[in-house]
């Protein structure tokens, strides 16, 4: 049985909000992770915002989640060009509402011994992977507090937990991008505007080609973390999942010595 509350439908017997009708943007949603989240929450009834700068990969992902049922548009969107993230929320807010789930997920890895990388590279990955977050992370929340609320998700990594030999720009990124969380969850306390990261292991995803998109065995598929955010944006709108790592049993991560 479903009841309204507070202008949310709330489903009585888990006490879960439903997504149906809320408005999500999913910025690198053209492919791997992104597209996993971008289709689940679509199939949960979320309005999905489809940010990437694959313009044709977009359109054909809108009509795929047209045919499933589903409401989706494409922004085509470089999220770390402040001009393209303003339009892509002035798009969102045109063509189907104010925001009320923004998912960072957006990023590229980096594999260069710290005495090897260039600053036009950590540059690269710092604006891809962290000041994205920060800008499109700036326009919801001046949207949601306007609105009454909302809720932040943004993808982190196991490398914000244990990092990987050569990836020093990538690791910095995902650990502040941590704290960018922690803070951002600080400052939407008092406008019921919440923010977390997850840190997914081993997934199937682009981030790295020909080695993240041929993982065999020990993986997440993006379905799996695109429920689990469904899960998350579903919750009562006073609680928050402030952080949570997701990752294959087999994994080696506990217990290293």
């Not at 598929?221 to 928050?240: K, N, T, Y």
């Given at each position: 049985?479903?009841k309204?509350?507070?202008?949310?439908?709330?489903?009585?017997?888990?006490?879960?909000?439903?997504?149906?009708?809320?408005?999500?943007?999913v910025?690198?949603?053209?492919?791997?992770?992104?597209?996993?989240i971008?289709?689940?929450?679509?199939?949960?009834?979320?309005?999905?915002?489809?940010?990437?700068?694959?313009?044709?990969?977009?359109v054909a992902?809108?009509?795929?989640?047209?045919?499933e049922?589903?409401?989706?548009?494409?922004?085509?969107?470089?999220?770390?060009?402040?001009?393209?993230?303003?339009?892509?929320?002035?798009?969102?807010?045109?063509?189907?509402?104010?925001?009320?789930?923004?998912?960072?997920?957006?990023?590229?890895?980096d594999?260069?011994?710290t005495?090897?990388?260039?600053?036009?590279?950590?540059?690269?990955?710092?604006?891809?992977?962290?000041?994205?977050?920060?800008?499109c992370?700036?326009?919801?929340?001046?949207?949601?507090?306007?609105?009454?609320g909302?809720?932040?998700?943004?993808i982190?990594?196991?490398?914000?937990?244990s990092?990987?030999?050569?990836?020093?720009?990538?690791?910095?990124?995902?650990?502040?991008?941590?704290?960018?969380?922690?803070?951002?969850?600080?400052?939407?306390?008092?406008h019921?505007?919440?923010?977390?990261?997850?840190?997914?292991?081993?997934?199937?995803?682009?981030?790295?080609?020909?080695?993240?998109?041929?993982?065999?065995?020990?993986?997440?598929e993006?379905?799996?973390?695109?429920?689990?955010?469904?899960?998350?944006?579903?919750?009562?709108?006073d609680?928050?999942v402030?952080?949570?790592?997701?990752?294959?049993?087999?994994?080696p991560?506990?217990g290293?010595?």
């Amino acid at each position: 049985m479903v009841k309204a509350l507070g202008g949310a439908a709330i489903t009585e017997e888990t006490g879960m909000e439903s997504i149906r009708g809320k408005v999500a943007i999913v910025t690198g949603a053209s492919s791997g992770i992104g597209l996993g989240i971008a289709r689940e929450l679509a199939r949960d009834g979320a309005v999905t915002v489809l940010a990437a700068r694959s313009a044709d990969k977009l359109v054909a992902i809108v009509e795929e989640i047209g045919r499933e049922g589903g409401t989706a548009f494409a922004v085509p969107t470089d999220v770390t060009i402040e001009a393209d993230v303003l339009n892509l929320f002035r798009e969102t807010e045109r063509r189907a509402g104010p925001v009320d789930i923004l998912v960072n997920n957006a990023g590229i890895a980096d594999a260069t011994p710290t005495d090897a990388l260039e600053l036009e590279r950590w540059r690269e990955v710092l604006d891809t992977n962290l000041t994205s977050a920060f800008l499109c992370s700036r326009e919801a929340i001046r949207v949601m507090k306007r609105n009454g609320g909302g809720r932040i998700i943004n993808i982190g990594s196991l490398s914000a937990k244990s990092p990987r030999p050569h990836s020093v720009a990538y690791t910095a990124s995902k650990f502040a991008l941590e704290g960018l969380t922690r803070s951002m969850a600080l400052d939407g306390r008092e406008h019921n505007i919440t923010a977390c990261a997850v840190h997914p292991g081993a997934t199937v995803s682009s981030l790295v080609p020909g080695v993240t998109d041929r993982l065999e065995t020990d993986r997440i598929e993006p379905a799996d973390l695109g429920r689990l955010v469904v899960l998350m944006a579903s919750l009562p709108s006073d609680i928050a999942v402030l952080d949570t790592t997701i990752l294959p049993v087999r994994v080696p991560f506990l217990g290293r010595g």
